[in-house]
């Protein structure tokens, strides 16, 4: 073979395995897909600020970056307003639009910059040790509030100098209060003092008050079932509590005519498992009325209409996320977007006040997240971004299916044949179940970056099933209380019965099952192979094997003793029954453990237990620990990492 002739073979070589590798999905392939949030839209309805986040692992580098971007709603041009190496989050348009307000890191701690919306450099207006968050502009716009925690006493920064900074748990918290910056003054002032902390607030139309709730210290746990809503004025005289009862009261948000507020509600009562409806104070005469119910009882308030008739309400339904409109008459809810727009998922929706324009991001099971605008009169989905217009691999069939379960309820899942699928072929099955238990799996774009990548096992020739089994969000109250203390039981059938459908679609091969799942699914986990043998290999996710364990370490406590009808001493049978722990001795089946080391929902210890526990018994396992990780990676060299090592350890079976 002469010179000429090897160049030509190389340079086809090459562009071959260039062509090639476009067209198959890794876990490097998805984190390719970027992640959009956050919109903002100008008053004018002319503008929309959104916030593009994507992976950085260039070398030693590995973290997520975050920028701004701003798309012109006419032209449809998109501009990217900040290019720091540190992130920039959190943009709110000024009243006039001329100027945007952002958070950033750049300069240590997040603080507050503006930037004029023309372009050109942004200038930063705090200073706070402790940085800020939740920022909203005053509607006048001569002001900017926040929410910043309680600063260092300087006998606290004495003692964490001295090394004797001894942390006292449920003591001496820090709370989190609202704050404002004015730009005539070039000063901070004050506005909400106390013994207590702001979870989030809003100003009225005329900029005179302002609404939040609050909670009485700074647990996560607190915030999930008890809070309450009070009022304040604008420069901090004249504090009014308005909500005060048990349970959760949240989320307030004043009518266009500020004579009443709109906030999310469990009602009176602490309802651990989850309960948000819809209610209206009228400030007026101060009474609250419940509004209809909507369909999933778990409802995000978005705005209100411009008419103040109805509020616009965002929900999951199914395998989708929809919004609805919901008459502040008392009238039952509007199916706003569902009729046009039956599949997908919408997300980040924000209204403009003095427009009927609506912006949101959207994507579905085959694109990726983007961001659109409608008008609210009539659902009419228009793209103004192009963030992940790129060519990426072709995408696996996946498709909804339903099945009965063993008492006659219906189960959704989300299905994904394996890449180039030839019918009468039986492929390794994997049960791939979602944590909450009130999560659920959506219709989000199928080769997006996550913890297990669905496109990535589909590449290898898997097929996935990803069942929505009782207890999970999206089917309304009924079905997510449906696993009251049932744990392993009645959710154990749902999914199974989910791969039993696959394999009498003649997808699945019988002798070749294999599951996963993370928290709630890593739990699930370790309870399905403790019941059966069934599945040849398991990767249990940060998982809760031991219930009692669990429940006295965990942040969230309430939720676990929700779902288990009392607390362990009460009822020490219960949590013993639905704990994989106490079961273990049946376990054949080899199970990888994945845990984060800093993990404190699902504290570390417990996928050491299950990790010891089998290794004593005999069963093969391994346990994989990610250092500095909450409860799942936040590092995208982590996030990659774990589809590849369960794909080892199922390949190891197969």
Not at 27 to 53: C, F, L
Not at 444 to 463: C, D, H, L, Q
Not at 567 to 576: H, L, P, Q
């Amino acid at each position: 073979m002469n010179l000429k002739s090897k160049l030509i073979f190389l340079s086809i070589y090459f562009v071959s395995i260039s062509v090639f590798s476009q067209n198959v999905w890794s876990p490097d392939e998805s984190m390719k897909i970027k992640s959009i949030s956050q919109t903002d839209i100008s008053n004018d309805g002319k503008r929309v600020a959104y916030v593009v986040r994507e992976a950085i692992m260039e070398r030693k580098k590995s973290e997520y970056i975050s920028q701004i971007w701003v798309t012109n709603v006419d032209t449809k041009e998109n501009t990217q307003y900040t290019f720091n190496s540190k992130s920039s989050n959190s943009p709110k348009f000024s009243p006039d639009g001329k100027k945007i307000a952002f958070l950033s890191s750049r300069s240590g701690k997040n603080q507050i910059w503006i930037i004029n919306t023309l372009g050109g450099e942004p200038r930063k207006v705090t200073e706070e040790k402790k940085g800020v968050s939740s920022i909203q502009w005053s509607p006048d716009g001569k002001n900017i509030s926040f929410l910043k925690s309680d600063d260092d006493t300087e006998e606290e920064t004495k003692s964490k100098e001295d090394k004797t900074d001894v942390i006292l748990v449920d003591k001496n918290f820090k709370y989190s209060h609202i704050y404002s910056y004015s730009f005539l003054e070039d000063t901070v002032h004050q506005i909400t003092k106390g013994s207590f902390t702001v979870n989030n607030y809003n100003y009225s139309p005329d900029g005179k008050k302002i609404i939040f709730s609050h909670q009485e210290d700074t647990n996560i746990n607190t915030g999930f079932i008890n809070t309450d809503i009070s009022i304040i004025d604008s420069n901090g005289d004249n504090l009014k509590n308005l909500v005060i009862r048990p349970g959760l009261d949240s989320n307030p948000i004043f009518s266009g005519d500020g004579k009443k507020f709109a906030f999310i509600s469990s009602g009176g009562n602490e309802e651990p498992i989850g309960l948000r409806d819809v209610h209206i104070y009228n400030l007026k005469d101060n009474k609250i009325v419940k509004l209809s119910n909507t369909p999933n009882r778990d409802s995000r308030i978005v705005s209100w209409t411009t008419d103040n008739k109805m509020l616009i309400i965002s929900e999951n339904i199914k395998t989708t996320s929809q919004l609805l409109l919901l008459p502040v008459n008392g009238d039952n809810y509007i199916s706003w977007s569902l009729i046009n727009y039956n599949e997908g998922v919408i997300t980040s929706v924000v209204k403009s006040k003095l427009s009927e324009n609506i912006a949101f991001c959207y994507e579905k099971l085959d694109s990726p997240v983007e961001v659109y605008i409608s008008n609210t009169k009539e659902p009419s989905f228009e793209k103004l971004s192009d963030i992940n217009n790129f060519e990426y691999p072709k995408l696996s069939k996946t498709e909804i299916i339903s099945w009965k379960s063993f008492d006659g309820l219906e189960i959704e899942g989300i299905l994904t044949y394996p890449k180039n699928y030839k019918k009468g072929t039986k492929y390794p099955i994997i049960l791939q179940i979602h944590g909450g238990p009130a999560g659920v799996f959506s219709e989000r774009f199928n080769g997006r970056p996550g913890i297990y990548m669905t496109e990535y096992f589909s590449e290898k020739g898997y097929v996935t099933i990803k069942p929505n089994p009782r207890g999970s969000t999206g089917y309304g109250k009924d079905f997510r209380y449906a696993n009251y203390k049932d744990w392993g039981f009645g959710d154990y059938e749902d999914v199974v019965s989910g791969v039993d459908k696959v394999i009498e679609m003649g997808i699945g091969d019988p002798n070749k099952q294999f599951v996963m799942g993370w928290s709630y699914g890593g739990y699930l986990t370790s309870f399905i192979v403790t019941k059966t043998n069934r599945f040849i290999a398991a990767s249990m996710g940060a998982g809760l094997p031991n219930l009692i364990s669990m429940v006295t370490t965990t942040d969230i406590q309430d939720y676990l003793v929700g779902h288990m009808g009392s607390e362990f001493w009460e009822d020490y049978e219960t949590y013993e029954k639905h704990s994989a722990i106490y079961q273990i001795k049946n376990t054949k089946t080899p199970t990888q453990i994945i845990h984060g080391a800093n993990d404190l929902r699902v504290p570390f210890t417990q996928g050491q237990e299950f990790y010891r526990a089998l290794n004593r018994l005999g069963v093969d396992t391994e346990m994989i620990v990610y250092p500095r990780t909450p409860h799942g990676p936040r590092e995208p060299k982590f996030l990659k990492d774990v589809s590849d090592r369960i794909l080892t350890w199922f390949e190891k079976y197969k």
